[in-house]
């Protein structure tokens, strides 16, 4: 049985993970029986094995209006089954004892404090998280790997998720997961394992499974299709706790990882992401957190992420973390007192994802039309020095090829576009324009620059440019620093959300 591994080797093999979640029922003694007795079972076996525990400040995740609500389920369960923070050491520790890998999945950001604290060896994202950017900024700030299941999500929040972890280079799984508990085999659909593995070529994946616990053959299918992480809700039935319907006992689990050594092939529907399950969907909004006004908010206000705090649970209607994003702009319609719920009917949400979607393809195109070749998988920056809604007019998209003690970039004007004027106080530039016809200004004089042209721009020279039809521009110059570029409008300069950065395949 494994023991605990440096981070570049965790997912180098079939992987294991058992799911303690609330099933230490708030007893520690419980907890480290439960531990003990899964220890003897997995010792048999030539896998990897994990402990996973849940982490949630019950202090702040749960609304304070909510606190103590017995006919709540979830609210009920969390508060009945909470552990100090030693407690949660004690398993721990424990589990390391026993030669597991350890994990936690977080519900919140201090949660995520603790796992670091903890050094835990891995993070667990939930399906109900898979989409809480709040969070997952957060999360990606530790040095722990992840893996993250995606019940109940969509092509599109795939690819976002997945190419969000990309460009922050985490190291990440993902799992299809299903959150049915427990989940009818007509529901099982192991064959989207076929459909992640197509389109992430390169991501590891997995599957986290809450069928019958006496069900032997799926875990063997999902083998098949090539799953190398599995997740199970386990359990040890005492007369004091019983176990519930989907999660397994160490025989069952024994049976389980008997079956795991063999493979079956049995499919089903794979070539496409499923439809979304409504009711599955709803059941995991019920999981989210909802966003509450931190203070008063008046009227017209733009709300920034210091005036909200998200708790659970969210109400009917309301905009959870999950709709809280880089993208997203929410404007006050009427006066929202301290701790209400921000929804659709007291505040207007505005989500540019589709427009930073439109420039990167308009990019795309020009990038094939001027048969300029880029590397495959670019930085690539956007600049809307007044806002995404004047980005045709006044904006540039940037792609960094190189930013070491030199640097090297394309700027790209689509048609129409101009460069506001600004001066560098240590770089130094030479651009270089590889297509369309340039209008440079440099301290207010004028010249005009067409493909093969270089010119240098040196420090302190302030310069701005536009383009009638698009151009490309090759920028060579000394290393690039986020905080040297000045511009003649202070209004620019002032604009912290000016720049949206994203990593993105151009081929």
């Known amino acids: 049985m494994s023991t605990a591994l440096p981070t570049l080797e965790l997912f180098s093999k079939p992987l294991f993970v058992l799911e303690m979640a609330n099933n230490h ?42 606190r103590g609500r017995d006919d709540l389920k979830y609210i009920k369960r969390f508060s009945e089954t909470r552990l100090q923070r030693e407690q949660f050491d004690a398993l721990v520790a424990e589990m390391r004892a026993n030669g597991f890998l350890c994990m936690s ?16 060896d891995c993070i667990k994202i939930a399906s109900c998280s898979m989409s809480d950017w709040p969070l997952l900024e957060r999360v990606v700030l530790s040095q722990q790997p992840l893996i993250v ?43 989207q394992l076929d459909y992640l593995r197509r389109r992430y070529p390169g991501v590891r994946v997995g599957f986290s499974t809450h069928e019958n616990p006496d069900n032997t053959d799926i875990v063997k299918i999902a083998l098949a299709k ?51 399950n409504q009711t599955e969907r709803d059941s995991l909004r019920s999981l989210r957190r909802g ?39 929410f404007t006050a319609q009427v006066d929202i007192p301290t701790d209400a719920a921000l929804s659709s009917e007291n505040t207007q949400r505005r989500d540019v994802r589709d427009k930073v979607w439109e420039i990167v393809q308009r990019v795309r195109t020009q990038l094939r039309d001027s048969h300029v070749v880029v590397p495959g998988r670019v930085d690539l ?85 536009r383009s009638d039809d698009g151009a490309i521009i090759e920028e060579l110059s000394s290393t690039h620093y986020s905080n040297d570029s000045f511009y003649s409008d202070p209004a620019i300069n002032a604009n912290q959300d000016r720049k949206t950065l994203l990593s993105y395949w151009m081929d």
Not at 25 to 42: K, P, Q, S, T, Y
Not at 305 to 312: C, G, K, L, P, S
Not at 430 to 459: A, M, Q, S, W
């Open 25 to 66: 029922m708030g007893d520690v003694e419980h907890g480290i029986a439960l531990i003990r007795a899964f220890g003897e079972v997995c010792r048999k076996f030539p896998f990897r094995f994990a402990f996973k525990l849940q982490y949630r400040n019950l202090d702040s995740f749960i609304h304070p209006a909510m």
């Open 105 to 120: 999945t977080p519900f919140d950001e201090a949660s995520v404090e603790v796992i670091e604290e903890q050094a835990l």
């Open 149 to 191: 299941s995606t019940a109940g999500s969509t092509t599109e929040e795939l690819d976002r998720l997945v190419s969000f972890l990309t460009h922050r280079e985490k190291k990440f799984a993902i799992l299809h997961c299903v959150g049915e508990y427990p989940t009818p085999d007509a529901h099982m659909h192991l064959s």
């Open 226 to 276: 090539g799953a190398r992480i599995f997740e199970k809700h386990v359990g040890l039935p005492t007369d004091q706790y019983p176990l519930n319907a989907y999660s397994a006992s160490p025989q069952q689990v024994e049976n389980w990882l008997r079956a795991a050594q063999t493979a079956l092939l049995l499919c089903g529907e794979g070539e496409q992401r499923l439809p979304v």
């Open 291 to 329: 966003v509450f006004a931190r203070r008063p908010i008046a009227t017209g206000e733009v709300v920034h992420e210091h005036d909200i705090y998200f708790a659970f649970p969210p109400q009917d209607e309301q905009f959870t973390a999950n709709d809280w994003s880089k993208y997203a702009t």
């Open 381 to 465: 920056e956007i600049s809307h020095h007044y806002g995404l809604e004047h980005f045709d007019e006044i904006g540039l998209t940037m792609l960094t090829v190189v930013n070491r003690g030199y640097c090297k970039k394309l700027l790209m004007l689509l048609p129409g576009q101009q460069h506001p004027e600004q001066f560098h106080e240590h770089k130094e530039e030479t651009f270089h324009v590889l297509h369309g016809e340039l209008r440079l200004h440099l301290d207010g004089v004028e010249r005009i620059c067409r493909p093969g042209d270089v010119v240098t721009v040196e420090p302190g020279v302030r310069h701005a440019f």
